[in-house]
């Protein structure tokens, strides 16, 4: 059995209360219910005074670090007084059993973190180009079924912050997310795969990813663009290269994975089905997927040719 666990929900746009107040109703009304709910608001006064004002026994906090996600995180993981503490983004909204999901793994004292599946909610159709291996550019992370769905969960070398629920000392142990790395506003960076990697590092720790514990993420209707999916993709090149400068390039073992088995794999399925004509978007998704690896090599590319930035532990 696993004690109550707190569940942090940073913010910082005024424009997403109302997906904020959702998600808090949501985490209160899981089984078993968190100990505490705790929204840390990134440097928005405006938005700390009306969360103050209209979220009923929730604990509002400011950010004690600079601007950025990490910081943010970091301030309610600190604050909070439970062994276990699970993290939501404000814009999620968890189903039924999330917060049960992601305790059950820690029954195993070698579990140090887990993570849950994060359904993309499309506010236009997805668009037919758009191939399915590259959902993490919108901040999907799929069931994948299988064994995956058990209350064990399976073992993985990173979740995402999404959907995550850490040992608070493990994670004070190695000094939370790394601030001044992580996203700040729009501009993301693979804060939570480095704060991963960390944990397992400390004492030989384990990941689990629990599918049953599910949210819903939105993807507004502007991320549906080709240009957006390129600028992610991009970002997503520059913000690897930073990541391996703090881990070392052998942390990179997966992403060289999936460069050279699942999207080759992806491309060759593609490529047949459009041949024998089974999918019209077949073509399309590949060139996609093409452009995609482009210019996240590009973004990779400058990366590496800009000094290394100093960044906090």
Not at 30 to 45: G, K, L, S, T, W
Not at 70 to 81: C, K, Q
Not at 218 to 234: D, E, H, K, M, Q
């Amino acid at each position: 059995m696993t004690g109550p666990a707190s569940v942090v929900i940073p913010c910082h746009r005024s424009d997403r209360f109302a997906q904020l107040a959702t998600a808090v109703a949501a985490v209160a009304a899981q089984h078993p219910a968190p100990a505490e709910v705790i929204v840390v608001v990134d440097h928005n006064p405006a938005l700390y005074r009306r969360a103050r004002a209209e979220l009923a026994g929730v604990t509002v906090l400011a950010n004690a670090y600079p601007p950025g996600v990490s910081g943010t995180r970091n301030t309610g993981v600190r604050h909070a007084g439970t062994d276990l503490v699970a993290l939501l983004d404000d814009d999620a909204r968890p189903h039924p059993g999330w917060l049960a999901g992601l305790l059950a793994p820690f029954a195993q004292a070698e579990v140090v973190g887990t993570g849950g599946a994060i359904e993309p909610v499309w506010a236009r159709p997805r668009p037919a180009w758009f191939p399915p291996e590259f959902l993490w550019a919108v901040g999907g992370a799929p069931a994948t079924g299988g064994a995956a769905a058990t209350r064990a969960g399976t073992a993985t070398r990173n979740v995402w912050s999404a959907s995550m629920a850490v040992r608070r000392a493990v994670f004070l142990a190695v000094g939370g997310f790394r601030v001044g790395f992580g996203k700040v506003g729009d501009t993301p960076a693979p804060e939570d795969t480095e704060l991963c990697l960390r944990m397992s590092r400390y004492g030989g720790g384990q990941w689990r990813r629990v599918d049953a514990a599910v949210v819903d993420h939105p993807v507004p209707a502007a991320r549906t663009a080709f240009g957006f999916f390129l600028r992610r993709c991009y970002q997503e090149g520059r913000g690897k290269v930073r990541m391996a400068r703090l881990v070392g390039w052998a942390g990179l073992a997966a992403e060289r994975a999936y460069l050279t088995r699942t999207v080759p794999r992806a491309l060759a399925r593609g490529l047949s089905d459009a041949v024998r004509g089974r999918s019209a978007a077949a073509l399309a998704q590949c060139a996609a997927a093409l452009a995609g690896l482009a210019v996240a090599g590009l973004g990779g590319a400058v990366e590496s040719v800009r000094p290394a930035r100093a960044v906090a532990a």
